[in-house]
């Protein structure tokens, strides 16, 4: 059953030798930036959809570790969409803020070991520094010292190569050094880094397989190198393609992707089932909610998603101008 309870069930750390936890523990891990919207249901839609077909738990937990990017009222109203569309989450809504200590322990950890460090270098003083696909590429400034007196904390990267077998877009491996260079674990201004934050509340609530947007692809060998520093067991992985609009771009707040409107909510879902490349009946549409749910858990396959990295409108695409799909 969903609920609406604000604890979190989130416990402390224990680095090493962690064995992975069966049976499979999905999650949805929204940021409160901003209402739900299409792109993120349709995430949604996917990793609930998974943790059902193999008989798991799903959790929800609200990424809110970034306070000046939160919307107020954000939180609430992303639960309140989810309950409207008749989703059914495991145990209480938890919030990765109120983990905090165990990030500051993965974090002490990482120092401890000599895999962290502490780094000054603003944003002028890497502008000269070399750009890749991932941003500006650290080139290790602060390695053998620094004498800043308000300072990030950075990863060693090393020569890392993570790589992992995504189950739709198949092997992925990416250089850290060279790709990202040592990245940040905690921030000039004390928040956590989303790359540390979500490893540890992932280790801590036993996700055994993330389902989630391709845009998030290239952070992972980022937090796979993070489990292994931590000793944790890395979980499975499945990026499933975003969804774009009319220009090709994806979905989100900055390119004008809206909350999704709380009218029709069956008609929305079976749109969403569609461009996951599902095949629901027509009629499906104007069937009762549970009805499109229970059609879905039993009809779904995800591996009509493999190799695909966007999701663009069909013609007639429900609500397509309604949702900024179009």
Request: net charge negative; charged share 20%; aromatic share 8%.
């Amino acid at each position: 059953m969903n609920s609406r309870n604000g604890s979190s069930e989130i416990g402390t750390i224990a680095t090493g030798n962690a064995k992975r936890p069966t049976p499979y523990i999905g999650r949805f891990a929204p940021s409160p930036t901003g209402p739900l919207h299409f792109g993120s249901l349709l995430a949604a839609v996917a990793s609930f959809l998974e943790a059902r077909q193999h008989g798991g738990k799903w959790l929800l937990r609200v990424e809110d570790i970034d306070p000046p990017r939160a919307e107020y009222g954000a939180s609430d109203k992303i639960i309140a969409a989810l309950e409207h569309f008749g989703f059914e989450w495991d145990g209480p809504v938890s919030y990765q803020s109120a983990s905090r200590d165990a990030h500051e322990e993965a974090i002490q950890a990482l120092v401890q070991s000599g895999k962290a460090y502490p780094c000054g270098c603003s944003r002028r003083d890497l502008a000269g520094a070399v750009r890749g696909p991932l941003g500006v590429i650290y080139p290790g400034t602060c390695r053998t010292g620094c004498e800043a007196s308000e300072t990030a904390l950075r990863v060693l990267t090393d020569d890392a190569q993570p790589a992992f077998q995504d189950r739709l877009q198949g092997r992925q491996v990416q250089h850290l050094e060279s790709e990202s260079g040592d990245f940040i674990v905690l921030r000039r201004d004390g928040l956590i880094a989303y790359q540390l934050a979500v490893v540890v509340d992932d280790y801590l609530q036993g996700i055994t397989d993330v389902v989630r947007g391709i845009d998030l692809m290239d952070s992972t060998p980022r937090q796979i190198w993070l489990q292994q520093l931590l000793g944790y067991v890395t979980p499975g992985y499945c990026h499933i393609p975003v969804a774009v609009n009319r220009q090709g771009q994806k979905l989100s707040k900055s390119h004008g992707a809206r909350e999704i409107p709380f009218d029709r909510p069956q008609g929305r879902l079976v749109t969403a089932l569609a461009m996951l490349g599902q095949r629901p009946p027509r009629d499906l549409s104007t069937a009762t909610l549970p009805d499109v749910w229970a059609w879905a858990c039993e009809n779904w396959n995800i591996d009509t998603l493999k190799g695909e990295t966007s999701i663009a409108p069909t013609p007639g695409t429900l609500a397509e101008a309604e949702n900024g799909l179009s």
